[in-house]
């Protein structure tokens, strides 16, 4: 049984404010900026400001900036990439509103590339786009620009910041008119290591998730060690559906380690292959000539199955890595992609003369909590933005340097809303300050079982499915959970007992749709049904039920 809330000793502190935001990328620091003239803002953080996945984005921005690119061509790339799951109005709203949230990011004093020895900001293309559109800053160091720009903008701006927080579980309430209200949430306060040192409730009149992903299910990711999907799976557990999880985005080139590397892996942006950079494999042949007609920047999803073909292959007896040769770039990489440059000298290795080492690690995640653009959510008073949502935007497979564009055109939007108007003022209602012995929580993950989890995941859920690695996927996560608590993995509530919990729900979520799934779309890819089915053009659902299992709801089109 997965629980239905997280354990938890009661509360001993309250705070009131208008708008709680979870989370302090991106998306939840474009939210409280946005709202914070007029509103008590708190942004609630389980670790620092920049421990998420913002931080870390190297290749940019896409948004049209140059005269010869237009709307509909950055429309038509997203839908492509997206592989029939986009909703095309949502896409269209996004890529109308991106290039005036670049120009925004750039008045609240984000410093872009320019055009080498020009004024122009300098635009670069990645996998799946068919003109340069993507801004960077720093070479590969866009998402830290962001997220100073955002966290100086945000403080300087009086939003307050609660660190070291980690949100539990939303506390609802009930409207006048009988809704279900989402009026705060339950708040673990821990220390720089994770223990917990009190728990408290946060009551808002509007609660908004910007939670990010949950890369960290996997054993080897792009995503730093704070994303596990606390957002997603706190939805969950307030009985919302959750949709498209199946499709978690690949980076088709992450570093290369080791065999035994696990944990956050240093990404080799897309935009090396934007600026030429060719994939080999071990035994010195091409891997995407052939195989689209974008060839090394195609879609990720496409390079990412292609690669990880090419390594069953086992090609010079080589199958878990394969080659990026980006030495056509000579010394210029090293001031192009200065973090990547410093990442390969770790491994001793020149990106001027030596080709990198890279592989498949899970990046993004497509799916989440169904949303607006503007935030909004099937529950009142709860709000969503960024890479917690599934928004219409990214359908089966998201274009690269799409989603730090939607999550500052999302967050933006959801603030100024909130800005505007806020729901009615809500009470918590009485039963939600249940505690340690409350029977819908189920014992939490013994955070050294976390592991199992990961690894169940990257040997059976990775790049390529079946339904025969699928079942050992969903077998050893149910034993896992169904021995949660007993004998030696008793565990207490923090951070990290707290996060393998959530991992474990979202693990076992996505395995479930993933079954569902029989096809080939976007980033989810059956060796049995290789094909991309018409009849599957449609969305799957995931929802928690009151037993603490996962149900999947939706169904082929015409059946
Ligand atoms: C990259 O730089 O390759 C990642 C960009 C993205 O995920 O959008």
Request: proline letters at 8%; aromatic letters at 2%; a negative charge.
């Given at each position: 049984m997965l629980p239905r809330r997280l354990a938890a000793p009661a509360s001993t502190w309250e705070r009131d404010v208008d708008v709680v935001v979870l989370g302090s990328g991106a998306a939840g620091l474009s939210a409280a900026l946005a709202c914070r003239p007029v509103r008590s803002v708190l942004v609630v953080t389980?670790?620092?400001?920049?421990?998420?996945?913002t931080q870390w984005a190297q290749g940019g921005l896409a948004g049209v900036?140059?005269?010869?690119?237009t709307i509909e061509n950055h429309v038509r790339d997203t839908l492509a990439a997206g592989a029939g799951l986009c909703d095309e109005a949502v896409v269209r709203e996004l890529v109308t509103e991106a290039p005036k949230s670049i120009r925004y990011l750039m008045r609240l004093g984000a410093a872009f590339d320019p055009e080498h020895g020009g004024t122009d900001i300098a635009l670069t293309r990645e996998g799946?786009?068919?003109?340069?559109r993507i801004v960077h800053s720093g070479g590969d160091q866009s998402g830290a620009e962001v997220q100073r720009t955002l966290d100086e903008s945000a403080l300087g701006a009086g939003v307050d910041v609660m660190a070291r927080a980690f949100a539990l579980d939303l506390v609802m309430g009930t409207a006048a008119d009988g809704q279900r209200q989402v009026v705060g949430v339950r708040i673990g306060q821990t220390n720089e290591s994770g223990a917990l040192v009190s728990v408290g409730t946060i009551t808002a009149r509007a609660v908004v998730m910007a939670c990010g992903g949950y890369?960290?299910?996997?054993?080897?990711?792009?995503?730093?060690?704070?994303?596990?999907g606390d957002g997603v799976a706190m939805a969950l557990r307030a009985g919302l559906p959750v949709t498209d999880i199946e499709f978690i985005q690949f980076h088709p080139t992450v570093m290369w380690r080791g065999a035994d590397a696990t944990g956050q892996q240093a990404l080799v942006s897309e935009a090396v292959r934007g600026e030429g950079a060719i994939l080999y494999d071990a035994a010195g042949e091409r891997i995407m000539e052939g195989v689209?007609?974008?060839?090394?920047?195609?879609p990720r999803d496409v390079v990412a199955a292609a690669i990880s073909r090419r390594m069953a292959e086992a090609a010079?007896?080589?199958?878990?890595h394969v080659y990026l040769d980006a030495t056509h770039l000579g010394e210029r990489f090293y001031e192009r992609f200065p973090s990547i440059t410093a990442a390969c000298r770790e491994i001793g290795l020149d990106p001027a003369t030596d080709r990198i080492p890279v592989a498949p690690a899970a990046h993004y995640a497509c799916g989440g909590l169904r949303a607006g653009l503007?935030?909004?959510?099937?529950?009142?008073?709860l709000y969503a933005a960024g890479?917690?949502?599934?928004?219409?935007?990214?359908?089966a497979n998201r274009l690269a340097s799409n989603s730090l564009t939607e999550s500052i055109v999302a967050g933006t939007r959801v603030g100024r809303d909130l800005a505007w108007e806020l729901p009615d003022a809500v009470r918590p209602?009485?039963?939600?300050?249940?505690?340690?012995?409350?029977?819908m929580a189920a014992p939490l993950l013994h955070p050294s079982r976390l592991r199992e989890v990961r690894s169940v995941m990257s040997r059976h859920v990775g790049v390529l499915r079946s339904a025969e690695s699928l079942a050992s996927a969903a077998g050893a996560l149910g034993s896992i959970a169904h021995t949660l608590g007993t004998g030696n993995d008793t565990a207490e509530p923090s951070r990290r007992s707290w996060e393998g919990t959530n991992l474990l729900t979202i693990a076992t979520a996505i395995v479930a749709a993933a079954q569902a799934r029989t096809e080939s779309r976007g980033c989810h890819r059956r060796t049995d049904f290789p094909e991309r089915r018409d009849v599957w053009r449609t969305h799957l659902d995931v929802a928690l039920d009151a037993t603490g299992t996962i149900d999947v709801t939706g169904t082929p089109r015409g059946s």
């Open positions: 389980k670790d620092v400001l920049s421990a998420g996945s900036l140059h005269p010869s690119d799946g786009h068919s003109h340069n890369g960290q299910v996997f054993a080897s990711t792009s995503n730093p060690p704070a994303v596990t689209h007609p974008q060839e090394d920047l195609a010079a007896g080589v199958d878990d503007d935030g909004r959510t099937a529950l009142r008073g890479e917690v949502t599934a928004t219409g935007v990214h359908g209602d009485p039963d939600i300050q249940a505690a340690a012995n409350d029977p």
